[in-house]
């Protein structure tokens, strides 16, 4: 199974089969199964980008909703996803060669340990949370957003979900600089809950740090609820924008218009009289991650990871690139 980006939390991470999202610039493990799928079942998924079906015309495609279906639909089922769902599924029999099945299962272990691999300096991974691994209380929203977040972290694969928890994502008019306010309003409908902001470094500059200032206003009320967390990755790089001119024109990186300027963005939060802490170095990143978000009240951590560690994706096939399908992930 995969998902789209804005359907991130509709499945637990912890299923095997769960590839994550699927996208331009998804992960490795979604890439192989909509490269090698012979029927692609799609279940309200009128947000999926065509541009992620390798060879539409080799797969055969069964949209279930009531939205516009993909180019290329063989069967359109219109109607309630959950009811035609229960319908179809007395239409299933189960298959005997279950390789294909464990073939996708073992990319998602590759994928994952990928996810967790150490680097130096600080991979943008690492700087990315098992959501509550370790507390059995549900998070109340992840949103996302911009250059590191939508697309690249369209992705949003590393971040681990179990069920209960919610996810969002911030897109189109929403861009760029969501994440802080989605976080702030996700508290404020959720006081009881946890909630975890995932934002880059050209995101916080692009409206997230006023937002900050509303967080110091209702400080007071903040302090006392459980933790508001904005883990921000600093790269020094737009990236989503970047590597997409990198990929489609062939672009170099041109310093002037891709690297967001230099600011050290914990020290701006302990200005405001925000608790911040920066991490720079691998061997703390484990800590910071664990202990950190414990304490109650908004905190910032300031991520100082590497700008240069590609996404997921790359060309189509693998890398034999083919005109209009160069955002296509790899496997």
Known sequence: MATTALARDVLPDDLPYQTGAAG????????????????????????????????????????????????????????????????????????????????????????????????????????????????????????????????????????????????????????????????????????ERPVIALVGDGALQGGGLNELITVRRHLDRLAALPPLVFRMLNNGDLNRLTRRRRAVAGDPLLPLSAEVPAMPYAEWARLAGLPAVRCDRPRHVASVRADVPTQPGPVLLEFVVDGEIPPDWAAADGGRERPGKKLLPRA
């Open 24 to 191: 331009p610039l998804g992960s490795s493990a979604a890439a192989l199964l909509l490269r090698e799928c012979d029927t692609l079942l799609l279940v309200g998924a009128e947000d999926l980008d065509p541009a992620v079906l390798a060879d539409p015309a080799g797969c055969r495609i069964v949209a279930v909703g009531s939205g516009e279906s993909v180019p290329g639909t063989a069967v359109r089922v219109n109607g309630d996803p959950r009811a035609a769902l229960e319908a179809l599924i007395l239409m299933l029999h189960r298959a005997t060669d279950r390789g294909w099945r464990t073939r996708v299962e073992a990319m998602v272990r590759e994928w994952r340990a990928e996810g967790a691999r150490e680097g130096q300096p600080v991979l943008r991974h690492l700087g990315e949370p098992p959501l509550g691994r370790r507390r059995a209380v549900r998070t109340a929203a992840r949103p996302g957003r911009g250059g590191h977040r939508l697309r690249d972290r369209a992705r949003t694969c590393h971040p681990r979900l179990r069920n209960g928890m919610r996810s969002l994502l911030s897109g189109h008019l929403g861009l760029p600089g969501a994440a802080v306010p989605y976080a702030v309003a996700a508290k404020f409908a959720a006081p």
